[in-house]
């Protein structure tokens, strides 16, 4: 199966503090977003101002344009993935698109190896701890809160190599995890632990299966907050159809899980 994955980026600017929700700052707006096939076609999403250069935002068509590409290669077949994009990234370009309803829908039918991850452990874990466990050579340009200030000041080609990265650096971890049927991971003491994943599973599979066992958390994670957003819709999660495109633990927390 084809592998496809997606990164955006947004231009909104804020302090997160440490263990703080980033639900708080939304909503969210999409500067630059990218998609990459493994091994084939790469893109990139943004929209330009009358000048030529970068805008500040997608605009709402671009933001259609980039969903409406994503359910086509979901129909035909390729495996359309995001690290944490079941939470973040498709439900603000769903919100940029102004079209909620078909980003919810990809979403259900997406893989998202770190939610999937989260079911099984009860939290989640960061893109560059992953790629470090399984010893993926390809590394994080910057860190996610630095883009929207480079963004706006001018550094497009930074930022563009950046989020392109992020989409490789998803297609190299879940090419190995399907290879190795585990997921590794850095921990904060610097060791690599393990998990085993035998097969990905679409978000609604794991949406379906058993919440995790948090019960050794003091402030655990709820599961819902990763898809509350499709809830809202009234989208019934059992009877999505096909897309018609037209305390180790606590250290391992990033603001974007990312």
């Known amino acids: 199966m084809e592998i496809l994955s997606f990164d955006i980026e947004i231009s909104d600017v804020f302090d997160l503090a440490p263990g703080e929700d980033i639900e708080k700052y939304a909503p969210f707006h999409i500067s630059i977003a990218a998609t990459a096939i493994h091994g084939g076609e790469e893109r990139l999403w943004f929209s330009e101002d009358n000048d030529g250069t970068p805008a500040l935002n997608m605009t709402k068509q671009r933001a259609q344009d980039m969903l409406e590409y994503l359910a086509l290669k979901q129909d035909a077949g390729a495996m359309i993935c995001a690290w944490n994009g079941l939470s973040f990234d498709l439900k603000w370009i769903g919100y940029q698109a102004g079209n909620m309803e078909l980003a919810a829908r990809i979403a259900l039918k997406s893989y998202d190896p770190m939610f999937q991850f989260f079911n099984q452990k009860g939290f989640p874990v960061g893109l560059a701890k992953v790629g470090a466990g399984m010893g993926i050579g390809q590394e994080k340009l910057m860190h996610g809160a630095d883009a929207p200030k480079e963004w706006r000041a001018g550094h497009f080609d930074r930022v563009k190599e950046y989020v392109m990265g992020d989409c490789q650096m998803t297609n190299l971890i879940v090419h190995a995890i399907q290879q190795a049927e585990e997921v590794r991971w850095t921990t904060s003491r610097g060791t690599i632990s393990s998990e085993p994943m035998e097969r990905l599973k679409t978000a609604e599979d794991v949406i379906r299966d058993p919440a995790p066992d948090q019960s050794w958390m003091d402030t655990p994670l ?37």
């Not at 009234?234 to 897309?243: C, Y």
């Open 222 to 258: 709820p599961k819902t907050k990763f898809y509350q957003w499709i809830l809202d819709l009234n989208i019934d999660v059992a009877e999505t159809k096909p897309i018609a495109a037209k305390k180790a633990a606590s250290d391992d927390l990033g603001p974007l899980f990312r």
